[in-house]
T-cell receptor
């Protein structure tokens, strides 16, 4: 099945640094979602994007829905230790179809 | 708050056993999903269901089956467990239709098949 291209695969950053990760696809998606998975838990929704060009923030997190509908990025500003986890992007082509996930970005924050 | 619960957090089974993984959601969601998560492979869809008694194959249905007899419950069945089915299994549910069609996940079941 299709998967989104998510990069980077992993990141090691210093506490306080900003983080950027992105997701690309060869085909169009009409919804983009970003999830975070803490160790030993299920993914939790961070941000949902429904319109091309949309820029949405959730605290220190900002995500954008690419104009071409084929990409999205997530930024985390001023990282803190609890940002550690795996971040997944997910796309949906149209209503009520299964989500397509990226392989995840594993974030480690060094205090 | 949406709550998706899975019957076990950790499970150890022997090769050839029949294994049942149960998932229950309390928000009257129509859609339910089963994924497996493996390092480096992300989340892969096994089966999903849009309604009671309805099921659709995902990307990797081989070796699995599902049951949805009630709206709130979606069961994943491993008919004869094998070692390559050792994985983290995640259940999710959603309510159909934009803009609310986002999936909510359970905490996962880590299954080890010996």
């Amino acid at each position: 099945g299709q998967q989104l291209n998510q990069s980077p695969q992993s990141m090691f950053i210093q506490e306080g640094e900003d983080v950027s990760m992105n997701c690309t696809s060869s085909s169009i998606f009409n919804t983009w979602l970003w999830y975070k998975q803490d160790p030993g838990e299920g993914p939790v929704l961070l941000i949902a994007l429904y319109k091309a060009g949309e820029l949405t923030s959730n605290g220190r997190l900002t995500a954008q829905f690419g104009i071409t509908r084929k990409d999205s990025f997530l930024n985390i500003s001023a990282s803190i230790p609890s940002d550690v986890g795996i971040y997944f992007c997910a796309g949906q082509k149209w209503g009520n179809t299964p989500l397509v996930f990226g392989k995840g970005t594993r974030l480690s924050v060094i205090a | 708050d949406v709550k998706v619960t899975q019957s076990s957090r950790y499970l150890v089974k022997r090769t050839g056993e029949k294994v049942f993984l149960e998932c229950v959601q309390d928000m009257d969601h129509e859609n339910m999903f089963w994924y497996r998560q493996d390092p480096g492979l992300g989340l892969r869809l096994i089966y999903f269901s849009y309604d009671v008694k309805m099921k659709e194959k995902g990307d990797i249905p081989e070796g699995y089956s599902v049951s949805r007899e009630k709206k709130e419950r979606f069961s994943l069945i491993l008919e004869s467990a094998s070692t390559n089915q050792t994985s983290m299994y995640l259940c999710a549910s959603s309510y159909p239709g934009l803009p609310k069609d986002t999936q909510y996940f359970g905490p996962g079941t880590r299954l080890t098949v010996l």
